[in-house]
């Protein structure tokens, strides 16, 4: 169903779209060790339904670069990236306070070229944001999507959050960026990095009660300036389509017209899939790509990257489907041959039918989660604006890479893309913070004159205020138990006339 669509960049027709795809065909090679459920070569297996149902031709393929130390910095304490860089397997026994202090070394194994790993998934959707900042449709980064992630602590199979940096990219571009969450699991790290700013919000459907990461309660909804920024959908198990979708469309629409933001980033971690091997949902591989359908519908420039998804067979199903539905093609549900084709047995089909299990989600449940939310979002009356100021410099770009094996259409340098010369990022990276991150100690802000100096340039160009995060001390040593619940930690925005009334919390919606 296209809906909700408004310009469209790409024809009136809003079919099709500009769809940049990145992919390093190393990152199947990554291995987190033996039982883990966590398995990159999932990723091999999509780009290779992508390549058979020839879906590559029709977009630009890309293999990203890798993000550097002051890339990831941009987000993560510099000590924590530091320590993610030496670790190796070999050495770790040496380094047990430093494998405790930075969450590594149980659900976030050291494993041989854990760091190259991490560079090339941030590379892969910070690549991804310059290109929507630069005119794309759509990016698409199907090794990222790591949303658990902490500013210097790994959690829940992520090690740095790229999607964190990715929204830091598009802040440069786009005065407001939603971030959406539809892998099982609550999107915490990113939720907590944006807590309290207006200028992204965050939503994310996940289940709630008795699983991991424990967080995403309904009556978490945002902190001083971004109060009512954050919106959680807690869900029980074995949610099906209709009911997913009887949340998703009318919550996401509303969060549309009252946020209108420049850019969308949708998480879409298929642990939500029916038969996940650590997932309790009910999904169909067309539910699931529902919420990219509808979300593309709107015509604003969208990054899709992955996350969960544990039986990896379905997780490969599910993505290339969505690629599919990003460049507006429905695809056969009769798997063309390919290298991995015995992994789809008996069947051989795209699509898998959603099992019989229980919906524990009963019909009163979804009306009174959907009605709280809609309040909230009725709190909301207009987008913010933000300052404007000028506009820092891309993170880099990958140039052609006629290394890689792979037959895909490569990096266009005659594009219209511009490419920074390295040498300014520094700078640009620590221009003054205009948004606060959650969780980062020091946040300064722009002082009272040059406000006052922005004041009179309000409007007269197509600025963005800048956007970095200024840490003069990033280090992990004071934050590292910070929690979200701790008001202390959270800079706190002076109270304006226009501020929100509070929200009365609401019962809890489940016994
Ligand atoms: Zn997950």
Redesign the pocket.
């Known amino acids: 169903m296209e809906t909700g669509g408004n310009s469209l960049p790409s024809g009136p027709d809003g079919l099709k779209r500009r769809v940049i795809y990145f992919y390093d065909p190393e990152v199947g090679n990554y291995y987190y060790g033996q039982g883990h459920p966590m398995k990159p070569h999932r990723i091999r297996m999509t780009h290779a339904l992508l390549a058979h149902y020839g879906l590559l031709q029709q977009m630009q393929v890309m293999k990203p670069l890798p993000a550097r130390d002051k890339d990831l910095s941009r987000f993560h304490a510099d000590d924590y990236v530091a320590f993610l860089r030496g670790i190796t397997p070999d050495t770790q026994q040496d380094q047990l306070r430093a494998l405790k202090r930075f969450n590594v070394g149980e659900d976030c194994p050291v494993f041989d070229g854990l760091y190259s790993f991490c560079q090339t998934y941030a590379g892969g959707s910070v690549g991804g944001a310059v290109k929507l900042n630069h005119g794309s449709d759509i990016a698409v980064n199907w090794a990222g999507g790591l949303h658990h992630a902490k500013k210097c602590e790994a959690s829940g199979f992520c090690y740095v959050n790229d999607i964190v940096l990715a929204i830091l990219e598009l802040l440069k571009h786009y005065e407001r960026v939603l971030y959406v969450d539809i ?3 609550h999107g915490d790290g990113v939720e907590e990095a944006f807590y309290t700013t207006d200028r992204v919000m965050t939503v994310s459907f996940h289940k709630f009660g008795d699983y991991f990461p424990g967080t995403g309660d309904i009556r978490d909804i945002g902190y001083g300036k971004g109060k009512y920024y954050s919106l959680n959908v807690p869900l029980d198990d074995g949610i099906d389509d209709e009911s997913y979708q009887s949340l998703f469309k009318p919550i996401i629409g509303k969060v549309m017209e009252v946020f209108r933001p420049g850019a969308v980033v949708l998480q879409c ?1 298929a ?1 939500s899939l029916s038969g996940d091997r650590l997932g309790c949902f009910n999904l169909s591989i067309k539910g699931h790509a529902e919420c990219v359908r509808f979300m593309r519908s709107f015509n604003v420039p969208l990054l899709l990257l992955g ?2 998804g544990y039986t990896i067979r379905n997780v490969a199903r599910c993505w290339c489907y969505e690629t599919g539905v990003a460049l507006g093609v429905e695809i056969d549900d009769k798997m063309p041959h390919h290298e991995y084709y015995e992994y789809f047995g008996p069947d051989y089909t795209l699509h898998v039918a959603p099992s019989n299990m229980e919906n524990k989600n009963s019909r009163q449940l979804l009306d009174e989660i959907r009605s709280k939310l809609l309040d909230n979002l009725s709190k909301l009356r207009h987008a913010p604006s933000v300052q404007f100021q000028e506009r820092p410099p891309d993170a880099e770009l990958p140039e052609a890479d006629e290394d890689q094996d792979d037959a895909d259409e490569r990096w266009d340098p005659d594009s219209d893309m511009d490419i920074d010369n390295p040498k300014h990022q520094d700078e640009a990276f620590r221009k003054p913070v205009s948004i606060s991150i959650q969780n980062t100690r020091i946040k300064r802000e722009i002082i009272e004159s040059e406000l006052k100096d922005q004041e009179d340039h309000k409007g007269a160009i197509e600025h963005v205020k800048g956007i970095d995060m200024v840490t003069e001390d990033n280090s992990c040593l004071k934050v590292s138990d910070m929690s979200i619940e701790e008001p202390a930690t959270v800079k706190v925005e002076p109270e304006s006339s226009t501020k929100l009334p509070d929200q009365p919390l609401p019962g809890q919606l489940k016994s």
């Open positions: 892998d099982i699991h971690g642990d996350g969960g």
